[in-house]
């Protein structure tokens, strides 16, 4: 049954949509997309948030090579930016909860999206079962965690078992083409991601859109450990650190530390290899 925003809204707030299995339509970048709302999961996608993560690709469009790597798909709020700026993504999305892993298999197939791999697992370091903790009821909570007590003050609603997989049985999924694009979202499970793709990352220098949640306050010291590490990592691999600001227009700010912070807006970063820096800077003062 496919139905209009307005519909889709009054049903969402008579808290009825849940009880509907329909389809409505929205345009990203002038483009249309077909979102399915299963039992409610998916309405999120009508009022896709993050404006600036599309104002960021679209910058970032004259340095696609094709292939963007998605870690933490959740909904597929990214795949949906993705295929609204790019033509002809060869996608690959990792996503341990089976449950979103479930939506975005139709929001696959009601788009007809090609090149599309979508693999029921979160990365990391080595190969595990771990507790995914949700901090809601909504089964597709876009907080949940693989990181005990990264919320230490926000307490578990349930959690599930997701498995995870080290490097030796990810890599052969991912592109072997220089310079993809790297989305992570995984709330605070970053540093076990980017352990888990060192070698991919040392090997193909894609340019990585992270998030790293604030610190807050230098007691923090398990988040400000892991920021560290983070930091390391990069340096590592010689690559710059660029704080996306998410004004209109969305800009860059090149950092040398992420430092302790407690704000919000201030938490997506965009890492490069530093022999793209200059060219990065291009694309967005362009």
Known sequence: ??????????????HWLSIFNATAAIRVNQKKFMIPLLGGQGYDNLHLSEPWM???????????????????????????????????????????????????QELVRRNGFLKTQLLP??????????????????KSDSSATII?????LSPTDHFIFVPVFDPQLVSHFLPANPFP????????????VLLGLNDWIKANHPLILLEILPVYTAENQSRLDRQHKIE?????WNYKTARIKKKNPVGLEWID?????????????????????KKITACFNS
């Open 148 to 152: 005990e007590n990264f919320r230490p």
């Open 1 to 14: 049954m496919r139905i209009s925003h307005f519909l889709a809204r009054v049903l969402n707030r008579l």
């Open 232 to 236: 390391e990592l990069l340096h590592t």
């Open 181 to 192: 694009i790297l989305k992570i979202d995984v709330e605070g499970a970053e540093l076990e």
């Open 54 to 104: 599309t104002e960021t690709l679209l910058a970032l469009r004259p340095l696609f090579n094709g292939d963007f790597v998605d870690v933490g798909v959740n909904l597929g709020q990214t795949l949906l930016k993705a295929h609204a700026v790019f033509d002809g993504v060869n996608y690959v999305g990792f996503e341990p909860n089976p449950s979103c892993i479930h939506y975005v």
């Open 121 to 138: 697992v979160a990365v990391g370091a080595k190969t595990e079962i771990l507790r995914l903790n949700f901090f809601y009821a909504d």
């Open 257 to 277: 530390t992420i430092g302790v912070h407690s704000t919000i807006e201030d938490c997506d970063y965009l890492l490069c290899h530093e022999s793209l820096t």
